[in-house]
């Protein structure tokens, strides 16, 4: 494990023989060509082999309980410390955190070799988690399946430490991504976001419900306990029919006792002028899922997505000296350069390289 910035290969890459790179980690397996970044942004392809750009770069950190997830049937008692990153694998129209989630700016400044976000190890991560007296750790804020290689080393140093392991997804990711993270990760807070392949093409182009809803059978076969969540979007899957389609599924391929979280619609981003979901929505689809034989199942009339918006600084978090912690994070590696940049159309910007290869 790195013990200052650096770039750290990815998992799951797959080097062809004229240098491009696949990455196998998203559902989206990017070919990447040297230079350029996948669909993500926080991975790049340096002369052949796939980086991760963010190892270590922490966007939020909050502590609360485990029920804010929403996870309601894992220790229901217990705090966790939640923590995110830069980027995302979807881009939705209803997304309310994109300066986090998707990170496009910070992730730039990394690859210009210009960010001075807070760079944390991961025994540092975990001594905080310790010191703060929480019981496990959440990745979430953005998409954890593009920081995998940094949650997979926390993951392993909080299992030594007692604590475990949440991973707040869209579960649009690879079932080797899963089979990688299973033994790490206890606990998988999944979106289903819709049973319609109209939805997902009207509100997060590029993933199907068919594949999403593979990838949360594929954690529940590898033994992760699983807690799903629907935001019930006004006009968008609000159809009282298609809920209890949502709840049918779980029933029948995840179990009648498995949990179902139904969460309120909040304007934002290219939903902005549709309106908060009414809490009769709410009710009543909560209402038909029971009738329709799933056990556990829970209306939010409070909770929205899992935002990092309103949190502390996160060197408010740590005892470490702030400064230190957010130096200009350029990889200590020399390949790239005094500079630290990192992509190609930005050594082009900064004269590092004349021609187009
Ligand atoms: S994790 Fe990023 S680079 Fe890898 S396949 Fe997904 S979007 Fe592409
Ligand atoms: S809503 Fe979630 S899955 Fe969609 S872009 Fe935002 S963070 Fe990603």
């Known amino acids: 494990m790195p013990d200052s910035y650096q770039l750290v290969e990815t998992k799951l890459q797959q080097p062809l023989e004229n240098g491009d790179v696949v990455c196998n980690l998203c559902l989206w397996r990017c070919r990447l060509r040297h230079g350029q970044r996948g669909f993500c942004q926080a991975h790049v392809n340096r002369n052949g082999t796939l980086y991760n750009l963010s190892y270590g770069i922490i966007s939020a950190i909050e ?27 979807f881009r939705c129209k209803g997304c309310h955190n994109l300066e986090i989630s998707w990170g496009v700016e910070a992730l730039d400044k990394l690859a210009r070799g210009q960010s001075s976000d807070a760079w944390v ?25 593009v920081w995998l290689e940094y949650v997979l080393d926390v993951s392993k140093l909080a299992h030594q430490a007692g604590l475990f ?41 590029v993933g199907t419900a068919e594949q999403v809803l593979s990838s949360i059978k594929k954690a529940v076969e590898l033994g992760i306990h699983v807690e799903t969540r629907t935001n019930v979007i006004p006009t968008k899957n609000d159809d009282p029919d298609e809920l209890k389609r949502i709840a049918v599924w779980i029933r029948d391929n995840l179990g009648a006792a498995s949990p179902w979280h139904i969460t309120r619609f909040f304007p934002a981003y290219k939903l902005s002028h ?17 009738a329709a034989g799933l056990q556990n199942v829970y209306g939010h009339t409070d909770i929205s997505c899992d935002c990092a918006s309103e949190n502390a600084p996160v060197s408010a978090w740590l005892d470490l000296d702030p400064d230190a912690l957010n130096q200009i994070n ?11 940049i990192l992509v190609k159309k930005f050594e082009r910007e900064a004269g590092l390289i004349v021609q187009a290869k």
């Open 165 to 205: 392991t949440v991973y707040v997804s869209n579960s649009f990711v690879t079932d080797e991504a899963l089979e990688l993270m299973a033994p790490h990760i206890d606990v998988l807070c999944s979106d289903i976001k819709s049973l319609s392949a109209e939805f997902y093409k009207d509100i997060c182009p």
């Open 121 to 145: 190890t991961p025994g540092q991560m975990v001594e905080t988690a310790l010191k703060h007296g929480v019981d496990g750790i959440a990745f979430t804020y953005s998409e954890p399946a």
């Open 330 to 340: 350029t990889c200590v590696a020399s390949c790239c350069g005094d500079e630290g």
């Open 63 to 89: 502590v609360d309980s485990i029920r804010s997830k929403p996870v309601y049937h894992y220790r229901p008692d217990s705090r966790v410390m939640s923590i995110g990153s830069y980027g995302c694998n």
């Open 274 to 290: 549709l309106p908060p979901t009414d809490n009769t929505i709410i009710d009543l689809a909560t209402e038909t899922a029971r």
